[in-house]
């Protein structure tokens, strides 16, 4: 058997980033070696518990969480109790952590393991905004290169956006940190909207977690009840889109995604379309194709190898 | 029975803006007042010059053809030779049109028809960049409330854009243009990319037209089969979309197209998103609604409505 | 003795304005065709009153005024009551015009008269936003090369703006329009605030004007006591800077102004500096020198002249 | 005799760095707890070498230097060689630095030294681009209200920018920078081209520091010789502007300046005026006074101060 891979998820817990560290820590394909918390749907010092909260839950306290960025790197923060709750895990009642948070800022931590690492080593998963993965890329530009990929969930294009009409919430929250990520050279994966708005939590889908018996199982189904109350209320569908579990699940299973290389630009200059991903998917233009765009999913296989890492927690 | 409905088509063709006039000189519900010539697909000196020659294709030439703005409001004119040939109506040999050119500019037209007919009477039907609507607008505001609706087609959403990633060429052209009659409070209904590429020019459709064993489908055919060549190949499919008489369908029979009241916003500040037409599909923000935004068609009776306009020919 | 030179002032009455159409109606050097009224200070309702009631003023009823652009191109109208108060023309107490405005359209008179004169015969006087001529410009392009020249107040730089810290009012009402008119190859003379701040109508130069004892005298006296309230107490300064009268000034004695030929770039995309003029003084870019930048003024030489021909009336 | 104040000078040397830092070093009543380097007149690699020469050319190696951002927060990096020469220190021959540089990233030992002293301690005093301020601003938000005054050379307004028409080149380099800055709600004292163009160094000036007679002496007269070549031919003076230098002077002799609390913003949306400083001296909007900002210097008695405090050296 190979190596577990390598990986540091960037998170900002969050039901679905809740989602998405479980589908990691029940996974022995791979080996997370930090969990780095930033200000997104919550302030900081709610993520960086959520986070360890999470770990918990997994029965794997011995995770490494780190607390990063309390701002973006230049506008204001934009959060979403709306969406989450006031906790940003509002649903199932989880206890508070007591496995400690590390030391370390996350931004150092994320570039020390990857300056200790041989080249294409380490892959990145930011669930959140990018603000980490910028304030890194600025520190030490050479982690650029020795990123393995950086597989983020944010963006859209053909969905537009969801907390503007344009613009999705990760890349909204700090647009530059992202204008930085996408420019930086390292290779990059993108989960938009338009992919995850195809993973539904239907009812049965739920029902199928929940029916895991298990404490996680119980946990997961309500946090993805909770969670899927906004968006079946907005978009009128059975079950709301599964956003952060896509990109752990494409470090397990690509061949259930479905995309393209093309160029992806953030608008940083106008408030009307502050923070959308301009992805050049029909390439009209001469930008370089900097990612690799994912548009379609094959939503049963995801929620199958979800369910089933979910039972091993 | 009603009386005709009266319209002035303001267009820059272009082979769907032909088939749109000719969908409407076809059409005993339709009164044409007149049609405005604007530069966009290509200069206006070729766009009036081919509206004249459609009016003979129809056997109508007495049609009042009026060449309008020679550029865009603010921005260099962009044109669009390699989607509609050299002539912009690349495809029959259509003889060199013997009508005259009305003496009168367009926008004047525009504004003394609209000011000498009852209020709600006058319906536009923009095909093209909107400058010549928004300069009527601006000389002679009070237009606004006069203007029983203003049909158009342009921009997109879901769709992206054509010219840019994410601007369809109309309103990228003029996208000053586009604010002002979008602002105006005038009743606008919005044909975008979102529902004019669901009308596609199959093969079996241009058959279909072909089959008229007229003159004027078989300029019809060869127009379209000229037109589909750069979509076909861009997107791979069979037959590319039909833009501009979608705008002349719905005025026959609404009920072939389906969608939304909603805001619509028109990105003028930045160069990465200009000529966006960001549509409040979801009501995120509290612009007000000012368009009705079509999104869904029956392209099957959609084409059927033509053939069957265009046999009256 | 040469013939007088041919000019249209364009404009928004305005004290300001008031005085420069009394200067150029002053001095047999000049031949004003015809006097085109825009939207700006007060809404076009008023300064096409405004400006008839000075050619009366003056003695020259049979002075053609026409009317024109209602608002801007793009953006809503911005008026400016807090200066010139709500007539746009408060202080001595005119009495309303009995002399006819023109039927023409101010834009159509402006091109109509620059065809039927010989390329070079024509000069522009915009005192005002420049909405009339980019619409000018725009509907026949080809004035653009048989303008003798455009002498304009507007902009503003070493002096940053009035209407907002960086932007002049005459630019901000209208920055496309500027746009237009920066681009438009035409050739260019820029009277900026950097100019303008430098002509203030101290109490001793109000008290020569009054000292000619004319009904003239007493009226622009009147003017400028309350067009110089805002400034005096904006700027601290004994007089406020007397802006529009500078254009006519510069064609009557151009050696009391010096500048500079450099690029004037508007800005159009962004809030906080809309309607900047950005000026390239010390030729840091290579962007092409469109215009005749003035700094420097003798500014007891300005008001001499201008009292003296303020005496012909 | 009052303690000496304690501040941290951030700096891209840079001639004028280099006088500024020198200034300091010579002046007991400030004690230089630390030099953070940042990339901007050249690459980091040598700002922070210089940094060094410049200590150990005074005398005081034991002065410790720190290596901060290599880059700005979004932007790619614009650096000035061709003011500064390929050394960024061109013009007399200094020895590479012997001490060495602190092994604690710049903007940990900001955060790190602002919160281990008392609310009102720490002077800031930014010589470049801001990038570091940021950083650290944003790292640790709590140091806003622990700062005592930010005291920076940058901006530029009544005098436009000089690597743009608009643009002064430490806010350029780094404008999203200067935005998280001057919105920190942390005390601004600012140094832009307004003042420091005041701030010539004409012969005499430079005569009378090399008539010091002193190593020191010597190498700040070929510093300036070198440095004011590029202002001098751009602006034809006799010498070019001190900028760095005032920051310094203020801190020691702040009745040699002039200034007026108001709004600074920075334009960060529009390439045209990107990194322009608006501000709103006349007040013309309701933004709230963010900075004191410098606009008249007593020229002879700055230089007289800075040649008195080189002597000590
Ligand atoms: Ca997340
Ligand atoms: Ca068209
Ligand atoms: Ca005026
Ligand atoms: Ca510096």
């Not at 200000?39 to 999470?54: C, D, M, Q, S």
């Not at 294009?157 to 990760?170: L, Q």
Request: aromatic residues 6%.
């Amino acid at each position: 058997m190979a190596a577990a891979r390598k990986i540091i998820i960037d998170t900002d817990p969050g039901q679905d980033d809740a989602l998405a560290i479980l589908l990691a820590l029940g996974s022995p394909e791979l080996d997370v070696l930090g969990i780095t918390a930033v200000a997104g749907n919550v302030p900081l010092a709610l993520t960086e518990k959520n986070a360890r909260k999470i770990c918990e839950l997994a029965g794997k306290p011995e995770t490494k969480v780190f607390a990063g960025a309390i701002r973006p790197l230049v506008r204001d923060l934009v959060t979403a109790e709306h969406v989450h709750g006031r906790s940003g895990l509002d649903g199932p009642d989880l206890p508070e952590p007591e496995m400690p948070l590390q030391e370390q800022h996350a931004v150092d931590f994320i570039i020390e393991t990857l300056m200790a690492h041989e080249e294409g080593e380490i892959t990145l998963c930011p669930l959140g905004p990018l603000t980490n993965i910028a304030l890194a890329l600025n520190r030490e530009p050479r982690i650029a290169s020795r990123i393995r990929e950086i597989v983020l969930m944010g963006g859209g294009f053909f969905e537009g956006g969801n907390v503007t009409p344009a613009a999705e919430f990760n890349i909204y929250v700090d647009p530059h940190a992202a204008d930085v990520v996408l420019r930086s050279g390292a290779p990059v994966v993108m989960m938009p909207l338009d992919v995850t708005h195809k993973a539904l939590t239907t009812r049965s889908r739920i029902a199928a977690i929940r029916d895991l018996g298990t404490k996680v199982g119980d946990a997961c189904a309500e946090l993805l009840e909770f969670f899927e109350r906004f968006d079946e209320e907005k978009y009128g569908t059975d079950g709301g889109p599964l956003h952060d579990p896509c990109v752990i699940a494409y470090l397990l299973q690509p061949e259930l995604f479905g995309g393209r290389r093309c160029n992806v630009a953030v608008e940083t200059g106008s408030e009307l379309t502050m923070g959308m991903t301009v992805i050049d998917w029909w390439q009209v233009t001469e930008r370089p194709k900097n990612a690799l765009v994912m548009r379609d999913i094959d939503a049963d296989g995801f929620f199958k190898l979800l369910t089933k890492r979910l039972a091993r927690l």
